[in-house]
């Protein structure tokens, strides 16, 4: 299973903590947990916070992370 960063890191890296890094944290360990070593790839329908958590956690970049931003996050 992939090593979770600490929550205080993960919003450090995002710049404050909200209800979003909270969502996006339990997202990844979720995620995390499922994957177990494999490499994870994020499809997302809006760039808000929850995003920055998966972000941070699992190092995406632009070939892990496909955003089509439908602001479907209110």
Known sequence: ???LPAFD???AAHGHR???????YKMAKAAAK???DAPVTVYA???RC????LR???GLTDETLT???KGELH
């Open 50 to 53: 929850p995003l920055d958590a």
């Open 34 to 36: 499922w994957a177990g």
């Open 67 to 69: 955003i089509e931003d």
């Open 56 to 58: 941070h956690t699992f």
């Open 18 to 24: 909200c209800p979003g890094i909270a969502i996006g």
């Open 9 to 11: 890191e993960i919003a």
């Open 1 to 3: 299973m992939t090593q």
């Open 45 to 47: 329908t809006t760039t």
